[in-house]
C-alpha cells in the first residue's frame, strides 16, 4: 500500500465521479456533484486529525469529550479550479481558514508562474490542505507545495478528484512528504497534459466557460 497515495474507492464517489466524467452532464450538475464528492473526499483528508479531550456536561453528567486538537487547519486552493473543492469543504469544517494559490504556465519555459498568493498566519502550526480538482503533470501542485512550504507549512496534503501517474510521480519526487488523496487514478496524460480518460477541463466545466 502507498503511503504516499490514497484513493477513495467509497461507490458513493465513484457513482458521483462516473456521472462527472461523462460529457453532457451541465455545469449545474457538474459544480453540485463536485460539492458533494468534495465533501467525502474531506472525511477521507481529515480522517487522522490530532484530537484532545474537553469537559462538557451533557444533561445527565459531566464527560471528557472529543474534539480537534491545535489551531484551525488551513484550506489552499489552487486557482482557479480548486475553488470547486473549497466550498463542500467548508461546509464540513466551517472554522477552516482559507489561502489561495494562483499559478500560470509560462509558454516558453513551460514552468509555473505565481500571480497570485494569500495565505493564513501560522501555516507552521496548521494543518494545510491543498486542494485542485486535476493533478496532471503535477508541475504547478508542486510548484504551489513549494510556495506553502516557503511560507513554514510543515504539514501538508495535497486532495485532488483525479490524478494521472505523472503528476502522481511528479509530487512524489518533489514532496514525498506531502500524502495525496484522490478518487481516482487515471491512464495517462494526452500529448497536451489532459488526463485520460478524465473529465476534459475541470474549470471549464464548473464555471461554464470555454
Ligand atoms: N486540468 C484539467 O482541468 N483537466 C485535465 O485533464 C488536466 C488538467
Redesign the pocket.
Known amino acids: 500500500m502507498d503511503q504516499h497515495l490514497t484513493i477513495v474507492d467509497h461507490p458513493l464517489v465513484q457513482h458521483k465521479l462516473t456521472l462527472m466524467r461523462e460529457k453532457g452532464t451541465s455545469t449545474a450538475v457538474f459544480r453540485q456533484l463536485l460539492r458533494e464528492i468534495s465533501q467525502l473526499l474531506a472525511y477521507e483528508v481529515t480522517r487522522k486529525l490530532p484530537m484532545t479531550t474537553k469537559k462538557i456536561d451533557t444533561p445527565l453528567v459531566e464527560m471528557d469529550a472529543p474534539v480537534l486538537d491545535g489551531r484551525k487547519l488551513a484550506l489552499i486552493s489552487i486557482l482557479r ?1 480548486g475553488n470547486g473543492l473549497l466550498d463542500g469543504m467548508l461546509e464540513l469544517i466551517p472554522s477552516a481558514r482559507v489561502g489561495f494559490v494562483g499559478l500560470y504556465r509560462d509558454e516558453e519555459t513551460l514552468q509555473p508562474v505565481q500571480y497570485y498568493y494569500k495565505a493564513p498566519d501560522h501555516l507552521n502550526e496548521r494543518l494545510v490542505i491543498a486542494v485542485d ?2 493533478l ?1 503533470t503535477g508541475n504547478s501542485s508542486a510548484a504551489a507545495i513549494d510556495l506553502l512550504k516557503q511560507a513554514g507549512a510543515k504539514n501538508i496534503r495535497f486532495l485532488c478528484l483525479l490524478a494521472a501517474p505523472e503528476g502522481v510521480a511528479r509530487m512524489k519526487e518533489a514532496h514525498p512528504d506531502v500524502p495525496i488523496v484522490t478518487a481516482a487514478l487515471d491512464e495517462r496524460l494526452n500529448e497536451v ?3 485520460l480518460p ?1 473529465l ?4 471549464d466545466r464548473m464555471f461554464g466557460t470555454k
Open positions: 479550479a480538482p486535476m496532471a497534459g489532459y488526463i478524465g476534459g477541463d475541470a474549470g
